[in-house]
């Protein structure tokens, strides 16, 4: 059986990438530069829920909103790449391909979970739950870059490392839902029903039609 060679991620588009998600995160800062420092620290602390939850719509969450998709769409193709190379190489424009089913995951489920909240008159905990994901997401896209110019640029060739960040990122998206659990136990205890019906709706349907479509 002969050898398949390794396909390399080329680095002038990557960086090219990198530069624009740079470009993104320095333009959020001038916006917002306290918010920006904040994102950091939201899986040890509540500062950031506290101080900004009734900005959904800031131009800050827009322009990161654009680049922790770029970064995330980057994470899903390195995976890709590692581990299933053959199919990177016969796909067409394989990030954006990535990019768009992303797109299309994030609007599907907006979409579904306001029609969740209006039937269930159930906008205001909508709201807030959408919020701390939105801000765990952010905060998590900002760890996942540093991780991945490491790994693009240093450890490319080291398996360890990759399945290191998969962990931390893994821990990160535990953080979250240990912590919606914990704001909203009483609300999940009384209304168990709907949350199941929530979570099904809103984090199992939408990922399983993205995957869907993209096979």
């Given at each position: 059986?002969?050898?398949?060679?390794?396909v390399?991620?080329?680095?002038?588009?990557?960086?090219?990438?990198?530069?624009?998600?740079?470009?993104?995160?320095?333009?959020?800062?001038?916006?917002?530069?306290?918010?920006?420092?904040?994102?950091?620290?939201?899986?040890?602390?509540?500062?950031?829920?506290?101080?900004?939850?009734?900005?959904?719509?800031?131009?800050?969450?827009?322009?990161?909103?654009?680049?922790?998709?770029?970064?995330?769409?980057?994470?899903?193709?390195?995976?890709?790449?590692?581990?299933?190379?053959?199919?990177?190489?016969?796909?067409?424009?394989?990030?954006?391909?990535?990019?768009?089913?992303?797109?299309?995951?994030?609007?599907?489920?907006?979409?579904?979970?306001?029609?969740?909240?209006?039937?269930?008159?159930?906008?205001?905990?909508?709201?807030q739950?959408?919020?701390?994901?939105?801000?765990?997401?952010?905060?998590?896209?900002l760890?996942?870059?540093?991780?991945?110019?490491f790994?693009?640029?240093?450890?490319?060739?080291?398996?360890?490392?990759?399945?290191?960040?998969?962990?931390?990122?893994?821990?990160?998206?535990?953080m979250?839902?240990?912590?919606?659990?914990?704001?909203?136990?009483?609300?999940?205890?009384?209304?168990?029903?709907?949350?199941?019906?929530?979570?099904?709706?809103?984090?199992?349907?939408?990922?399983?039609?993205?995957?869907?479509?993209?096979?």
């Amino acid at each position: 059986m002969e050898a398949l060679e390794r396909v390399i991620i080329s680095k002038d588009w990557t960086t090219l990438l990198i530069l624009v998600i740079v470009f993104l995160i320095v333009v959020s800062n001038f916006i917002d530069q306290k918010r920006l420092q904040q994102l950091f620290t939201i899986p040890f602390d509540s500062s950031y829920r506290l101080n900004f939850a009734h900005q959904i719509w800031h131009g800050f969450n827009v322009l990161f909103f654009v680049a922790s998709n770029l970064i995330l769409s980057l994470f899903i193709y390195t995976i890709l790449q590692h581990f299933y190379p053959d199919t990177i190489a016969f796909t067409s424009r394989p990030y954006m391909r990535i990019v768009g089913l992303l797109l299309f995951y994030w609007f599907f489920r907006y979409s579904i979970g306001k029609l969740i909240a209006y039937l269930f008159e159930i906008k205001k905990i909508h709201n807030q739950i959408t919020f701390i994901k939105m801000s765990y997401f952010f905060s998590s896209s900002l760890y996942l870059l540093v991780f991945l110019l490491f790994y693009l640029y240093f450890f490319e060739s080291r398996t360890s490392y990759f399945y290191v960040v998969l962990g931390i990122y893994l821990f990160l998206l535990i953080m979250r839902y240990l912590q919606l659990l914990s704001l909203y136990k009483r609300q999940i205890v009384f209304h168990l029903f709907y949350f199941i019906l929530y979570l099904c709706a809103l984090e199992i349907a939408p990922l399983l039609i993205a995957i869907k479509i993209g096979i």
